[in-house]
């Protein structure tokens, strides 16, 4: 898994079909949320900051920073010259 901004997770769970599924309650924080697709984990965001998190699903092209941490997996990036780019493959 990849640590990544909100607005590259945003982007990939967008493109695999994930991001408009409704979100579970959340009760208490920190937290991990997982988006999965079928047994295959995708992505996961671990919310320290639920207010945030909310804000910036509401409010995606927000510039604000963001505290919580947020995953993609790593075998959506692709490779060139041996190395791992920041370009996601889809």
Known sequence: ???VDFK???EFLKKKGQWD???PVIKETPCILEYREGDKLLGKVEVVNLD???FLIKYPNSSIES???YWIRGEEWRVVNSKQIQELIY
């Open 1 to 3: 898994m990849y640590l």
């Open 67 to 69: 505290k919580n941490k």
């Open 8 to 10: 590259t997770f945003r």
């Open 21 to 23: 599924k409704p979100l």
């Open 52 to 54: 945030q998190f909310l």
